[in-house]
């Protein structure tokens, strides 16, 4: 699985959030990846701005119960943090990067 390559895809939809250049050659570090998540550092090559990315990647072929992981390898502060921020983009990327994983009750408008 190549998921910097992927997250580069990606990435070359959105700007950064301080400068405003175009994310497509950020920087991508995987800092940590377990079973179906993933710590990423994203780095904009223009002003240094990093952001962490909580990635959890869709498998179809995976029981529901695997997905439904009952202790998440990544539980910092930070990175939910930044998520929030993130949340504020609009596009296909945020719902890559929440995944399935969404607790914030947003279907019950
Ligand atoms: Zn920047």
Redesign the pocket.
């Known amino acids: 699985m190549n998921l910097v390559r992927m997250l580069r895809a990606q990435a070359g939809r959105y700007r ?1 959030a ?2 405003s ?1 175009g994310m497509g050659d950020c920087e991508i570090t995987v800092l940590a990846q377990q079973e179906n998540r993933a710590l990423v550092r994203v780095r ?1 090559v ?2 240094h ?1 990093e952001n962490l990315l909580q990635i959890v990647l869709q498998t179809d072929d995976m029981p529901e119960e695997l997905l439904a992981d009952d202790k998440p390898p990544i539980a910092a502060d930070e990175v939910l943090d930044l998520h929030q921020l993130l949340s504020s983009h609009t596009g296909d990327l945020v719902s890559l990067l929440s995944g399935r994983g969404r607790e914030d009750g947003n279907t019950g408008a």
């Open positions: 950064c301080v400068c250049r904009c223009r002003c701005d």
